[in-house]
């Protein structure tokens, strides 16, 4: 299980869950707390 307190642009769960497929892992359960508007880490 992938736990993310604040999501972005979900690079960081996309990178962890390939690399845990690339393991061998076959389920892959993703759990995000909060998530940022879209856009809204472009900045200004």
Request: charged residues 15%; negative net charge.
């Amino acid at each position: 299980m992938l736990v993310d307190d604040v999501m972005t642009t979900g690079a960081s769960l996309q990178m962890a869950a390939l690399a845990l497929a690339a393991a061998g892992v076959s389920q892959i359960t993703t759990v995000v707390f909060a998530r940022t508007e879209e856009g809204a880490h472009d900045g200004p």
